[in-house]
Structures are given as C-alpha cells and as structure tokens.
C-alpha cells in the first residue's frame, strides 16, 4: 500500500499499481468477508465490515481510473 501511494504520488506506473492494488484488495476481501459472511450471515457487523472494506476497494479502483496514463511515442 505504501509502494501504490507513493507511486501514484510521483505519477510513475500510478495507474497499473493503483489497478493491482485493488485486485489485491478485492481478492483478500472475498476470501476473508466471503468466509464470514457465508457463516454468519445473519450478523449485522460482518456485513457491515463486509461492506465498508468493499468501499474501500472500490475508492482504489476510481483512483485508478482517474490517473492519467503514461503517453508512449513510437
């Protein structure tokens, strides 16, 4: 996470970081929620983390897409 912010801060490979980290986020948080949520699915707080770490992913994932991408000149 702090390799993708200080990437996006210096705009070198901001978006494919910001992209991956993301992946990375959604794919921790399906496991982990996905577990919880599947045995317990009748308790307010997993969905609410559940739902709250989803938000989170989703914010990386706009983030990337509002990063501009490098131009290449061939």
Same mark, same amino acid.
Do not use: Q
């Given at each position: 996470?702090?390799?993708?912010?200080?990437?996006?801060?210096?705009?070198?490979?901001?978006?494919? /970081? %910001?992209?991956? *980290?993301?992946?990375?986020?959604?794919?921790?948080?399906?496991?982990?929620? &996905?577990? #919880?949520?599947?045995?317990?699915?009748?308790?307010?707080?997993?969905? /609410? %983390?559940?739902? *709250?770490?989803?938000?989170?992913?989703?914010?990386?994932?706009?983030?990337? &897409?509002? #990063?501009?991408?490098?131009?290449?000149?061939?």
């Amino acid at each position: 996470m702090v390799l993708t912010g200080a990437s996006v801060l210096i705009n070198k490979k901001g978006r494919l /970081t %910001a992209i991956s *980290l993301g992946a990375f986020l959604l794919l921790i948080n399906l496991l982990h929620h &996905g577990y #919880l949520v599947a045995n317990g699915w009748h308790t307010p707080l997993f969905w /609410t %983390a559940a739902m *709250l770490d989803l938000a989170i992913t989703c914010g990386v994932f706009i983030l990337a &897409g509002d #990063l501009c991408e490098e131009e290449v000149s061939l």
